[in-house]
């Protein structure tokens, strides 16, 4: 596998020896200064291009880059929606190469450059052969840093977890596995997720980013919270999916009451041992039953 140096030797120098390519810069995790490097980290490089479609139509020069595994390209992914995409101004190329590494490139032109480039905080300059790119701070990811809720966010979303558990519980008492997991999942995880967040950012000073889809929430969650966390998840039986749904509203519940406490929000105790009685009454009735009291 090449190391991120030959990595870098391969893209600079395709951009310098390529007179479309007037500058280049790199966004991502490789320029977030808290984010430990691994084998697995792409490359998000951008070139500001003088025009983009000849990139398109002749794609000879990814050669240069290695021998693919596999290329998507985003912009035209359109799974049969019609979307409203100037390829002339911006266009993107993810590529899986055979030596395990992975490049996202997007090429855009100068005017797209100039409207975005101050926007994104984690950019680092690498290339700039007519002088460009505007002067930037040094990357940073105090964007994606966790964000203190309001109260009507905290309401929705406490109001959602318990209200949307009900479906949970009668898609599982109808034997309907798909339509009970999609409605765990997009519903009470989400909200979970919410609270934990928020949680961390208490915890935190909200001065933290747990990470695109909250992939380092393990890094900040104590352990036994963890373990709870861990406990969420379960397999297509019944039996363990009733188990992870109390495991989820013990660790809501706690981690919710903390982010009440700490915000001065009202915590809906009501609806909590409403629907805890009411998810408990479910799972102990008959799949034949002809009432549901």
Known sequence: MRNEQDMMDVILSTAKDDERIRAV???????????????FQDYDIVFVVTETMSFIKDKTWIDRFGELIMMQEPDKNDFGIVQDIDFHKSYG????????????????????MAEKYKKEKLTLPLLDKDHLLPAISPPTDIDYYLKPPTKEEFDSYTNNFWWCLQNVAKGMWRDELPYSKLMFEYTTRDALDKIIAWWIGIQ?????????????????????????????Y???????????IFVTCQLF????????????????????????????HVRNLPFDAKEIY
């Not at 590494?101 to 005017?111: G, K, M, P, Q």
């Not at 889809?213 to 861990?230: C, D, E, F, S």
């Not at 406490?261 to 009685?277: G, L």
Request: proline share 3%; charged share 25%; aromatic share 16%.
């Open 25 to 39: 810069y790199m966004n991502g995790s490789r320029t977030n200064p808290n984010v430990k490097k691994d084998i």
């Open 93 to 112: 190329f993810l590529m899986l190469f055979t030596d395990g590494n992975r490049i996202d490139l997007r090429i855009e032109t100068v005017e797209v």
């Open 204 to 232: 935190y000073e909200f001065q933290v980013s747990i990470g695109s889809l909250g992939k380092y929430v393990k890094n900040y969650l104590p352990k036994q919270y963890w373990n709870m966390y861990k406990g969420t």
């Open 234 to 244: 379960s397999n297509a039986e019944y039996d363990n999916m009733w188990e992870s």
């Open 253 to 280: 519940r706690t981690l919710a009451q903390d982010v009440a406490a700490h915000f001065n929000f009202r915590y809906p105790i009501k609806d909590d041992n409403n629907m805890m009685s009411y998810l408990k």
